[in-house]
């Protein structure tokens, strides 16, 4: 087992506005932990800590996936997420980097929580890898570099799209406070997309490293680990 350590961070909201379940998306946690798992050690946080909530539709739509039904039933995950730390038990300094997983929780909590825009502050001034997948990207809005600046601003950058989010049916300001894709924008990042809805698309702009959708998870894992390699 390598030295290098990963911060996997979950949300803890387990539903949208309109009141209806949400929270961490199945795929984007599990196929970047196996890409990563035998290379790095691996934690997981959330902002309440232990067992953040799963979104039930994901565990439907990957019941055939492979490494989706392989996480729900690893012993390794299960005592991971019954020992996931709150954000105010984690430092950056622990960690080589950061991933924030999917699904439209963390546009709901970790977009706005203090605790962790502090961590990524730290993450990214210190020069370590801060990476997000499909609305993981939401849970970096609130980051900035030293000189203040939104750590989008100037960088290619990627994450759920418009046009995802209303075949989704879950648009802002219904289902949730607002639009990943024309945030990302507002706040200077140069948006990229698949050619078409729903398709594989990962960007690395320097330490930043975001995917689209659940189609990008293996993608960002592996990109997380050529950057710590």
């Not at 984007?28 to 979104?55: C, K, Q, W």
């Not at 039930?56 to 996936?65: H, R």
């Amino acid at each position: 087992m390598s030295q290098m350590r990963v911060l996997f961070v979950f949300t803890s909201a387990d539903k949208l506005l309109d009141g209806r379940p949400t929270g961490w998306y199945l795929p984007e946690a599990a196929h970047p932990f196996y890409v990563l798992r035998d290379h790095v050690t691996i934690d997981f946080a959330s902002p309440a800590g232990a067992n953040p909530p799963l979104d039930m539709e994901s565990v439907e739509q990957f019941k055939e996936d492979e490494d989706s039904t392989k996480f729900l039933n690893d012993t390794e995950v299960k005592s991971k997420m019954d020992t996931a730390k709150s954000l105010n038990q984690v430092s950056a300094a622990d960690y080589d980097a950061i991933f924030y997983v999917g699904g439209h929780g963390p546009m709901l909590d970790l977009a706005t929580d203090p605790l962790n825009i502090k961590l990524i502050n730290e993450f990214w001034r210190s020069g370590k890898v801060v990476a997000a997948v499909c609305h993981g990207p939401g849970a970096l809005v609130g980051a900035s570099d030293e000189q203040g600046h939104p750590i989008f601003k100037g960088r290619k950058a990627t994450g759920f799209s418009n046009a995802e989010e209303e075949q989704a049916g879950k648009t802002a300001p219904k289902s949730i406070p607002f639009m990943l894709e024309d945030r990302i924008v507002e706040l200077g990042g140069n948006y990229q997309k698949a050619s078409q809805a729903w398709g594989a698309c990962v960007q690395q702009d320097g330490k930043l490293i975001t995917g689209q959708n659940p189609a990008s998870a293996k993608g960002v894992g592996e990109a997380i680990l050529k950057a710590l390699s």
